[in-house]
């Protein structure tokens, strides 16, 4: 069943941003830690950036820089803010639990990211 609702990707050049939202329609991301993920075709669900409980984030490090996590006070919606995106940033992006086990194409059915040189 879908547990959250991705949305905000799109295709945009080289250079160029994109804010991703993620919402849990029904209920709260109070004492968990949220991440971004993303797959690019033929390859692994990565984790591309999180943001904790206690409001500290992570980031993997080919997006360092130029990603922010962030959350609402209400705790009821993580966004993703992508700056100087990469043609390498082109995939689906989801929202997940850090700590489920599975994480791509599980909470939700994600949101297309296709960044053109």
Not at 82 to 107: F, G, I, Q, R
Request: net charge negative.
């Amino acid at each position: 069943a879908v547990q959250v609702v991705e949305s905000g990707g799109g295709s945009v050049q080289a250079g160029g941003s994109l804010r991703l939202s993620c919402i849990g329609p029904g209920f709260t991301f109070d004492d968990s830690d949220m991440g971004w993920y993303r797959q690019a075709p033929g390859k692994e669900c990565e984790l591309v950036s999180s943001i904790n409980s206690d409001g500290s984030t992570t980031y993997t490090d080919s997006v360092k820089g130029r990603f922010t996590i962030s959350q609402d006070d209400a705790k009821s919606t993580v966004w993703l803010q992508m700056n100087s995106l990469k043609p390498e940033d082109t995939a689906v992006y989801y929202c997940a639990e850090v700590d489920s086990v599975l994480h791509c194409n599980y909470w939700g059915q994600g949101t297309q990211v296709t960044i053109s040189s």
